[in-house]
């Protein structure tokens, strides 16, 4: 009978999870993978872990995906505007089902950043309150990623844009937040907890120097008007929707509302996170 479940489990964050809750020895068996679709976790069964089917819309998938479950990963779901229902409908069958903990991924500061995104982690982590059962908020900064993902344009372009001004984030790579969430599940821990979780804080302009040295070639930063920014992304080809989100999570930046200096997610993983010159490299070195 699986102990821990991880939702989201075919997701990168999600799959990381699972992978960090055997590599801690948890045994496979233990774990249930929650899923949209078992076909897209065949790596995980293979691998011995229980895999379960179930949508955060249908709330009738949601129990029989919990059944014997004793802590819960919750990987926030993907689809703005219906996750706060959604995560409600996994917080009701995860108190039907007699779980003892829900570990829920939040975002970096949602009690204070005004960023658009914000609202969906700050009303979740409230109905988390309000269930009145016991939870740990990992509010997760920026994925690396972010920008990670986009290292070709950035050295085909030479300049990355944005519009941070002096704002910097603390981000950290997915790998490192889903190891820190598998130590953070295993954890016997006692009441709410929250973790501030992301790596040491980094400019734009610092990132671009990263780059450069990580690659050999100049890349630099600049800076627009969060306008300009999302009319900048506009032009190269991203959807009205997108880049205005795009360009509000800088503006987020711009107001240090994506930084910490909390060290949680150091001390969750034992040993410091995966630095930024050594994600670039992964990246470059595709
Ligand atoms: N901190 C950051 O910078 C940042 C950036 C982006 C996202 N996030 C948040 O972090 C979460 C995890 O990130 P990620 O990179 O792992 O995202 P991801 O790769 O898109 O994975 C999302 C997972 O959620 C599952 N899912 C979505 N809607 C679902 C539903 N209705 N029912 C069941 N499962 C559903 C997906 O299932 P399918 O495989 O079936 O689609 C997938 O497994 C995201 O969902 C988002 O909330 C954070």
Same mark, same amino acid.
């Given at each position: 009978m699986p102990v821990y479940a991880v939702t989201g489990a075919s997701g990168h964050l999600g799959r990381f999870a699972v992978q960090g809750l055997l590599a801690r020895? $948890?045994?496979?068996?233990?774990v249930a993978a929650v899923v949209r679709t078992a076909g897209k976790a065949a790596d995980l069964a293979a691998r011995g872990v229980q895999v379960r089917e179930a949508d955060?819309?249908?709330?009738? @998938?949601l129990g029989p995906a919990l059944d014997? $479950?004793?802590r819960l990963l919750l990987v926030s779901g993907n689809e703005p505007g219906q996750r706060v229902i959604q995560h409600a409908n996994l917080i009701g069958a995860a108190r039907m089902a007699g779980v003892s903990r829900i570990v829920f991924t939040s975002m970096l500061n949602a009690d204070r950043t @005004?960023?658009? $995104?914000?609202g969906d982690y700050r009303d979740s982590e409230r109905v988390l309150r309000e269930a009145g059962m016991p939870f740990t908020a990992l509010r997760n900064g920026l994925y690396l990623e972010r920008y990670a993902d986009h290292l070709s344009e950035y050295l085909k372009a030479g300049e990355i844009i944005g519009a941070a001004g002096h704002g910097r984030i603390s981000a950290a790579s997915r790998k490192d937040y889903a190891a820190a969430a598998a130590a953070a599940v295993l954890r016997d821990e006692r009441g709410n907890r929250t973790y501030e979780l992301g790596g040491p804080p980094v400019g734009l302009p610092q990132l671009a120097q990263v780059i450069s040295e990580v690659t050999g070639a100049k890349v630099t930063y600049r800076d627009l008007p969060p306008g300009e920014y999302a009319r900048a992304l506009r032009r190269a080809g991203l959807d009205e929707a997108t880049a205005r989100f795009v360009a509000d999570v800088d503006a987020s930046i711009a107001r240090g509302e994506l930084e910490t200096s909390s060290a949680d997610l150091t001390n969750l993983l034992g040993r410091a996170a995966t630095s930024v010159a050594e994600v670039m490299r992964a990246a470059h070195a595709g």
């Open positions: 020895g $948890v045994p496979p068996s233990e955060y819309s249908r709330p009738q @998938t014997g $479950v004793d @005004t960023s658009p $995104v914000a």
